[in-house]
């Protein structure tokens, strides 16, 4: 196990130390608690961990060109052909269960 040494500001401590007293656990438990779920909730950490699951399982498709980013009006194009389609969709996924 390995030691931080954070420096926070007094209202946030004294929210962690509250929060903390709450819950029946140490300041320390719950720092550790709400920085792993920060972790784990950070979308490029999750999409790293899922891109490397899936080259490991050999089922990792790369893109074979970069992905074009769409002007403004080519966006709202996409959007507005999509329009309507939701209810659609969610039949379609309903059938397929």
């Known amino acids: 196990m390995r030691q931080l040494l954070l420096r926070v500001p007094d209202d946030l401590h004294a929210r962690l130390s509250a929060r903390a007293q709450e819950r029946g656990q140490s300041v320390n438990a719950l720092a550790t608690e709400l ?51 939701g209810p659609v969709l969610d039949d379609i996924f309903e059938d397929g269960r």
Request: charged fraction near 35%.
């Open 35 to 85: 920085l792993d779920h920060s972790i784990e909730a950070d979308p490029e950490s999750v999409r790293r961990r899922l891109r490397a699951k899936a080259h490991q399982l050999g089922v990792l498709a790369e893109p074979r060109r970069p992905r074009r980013v769409l002007s403004a009006d080519e966006r709202q194009a996409a959007l507005e052909s999509a329009r309507g389609l």
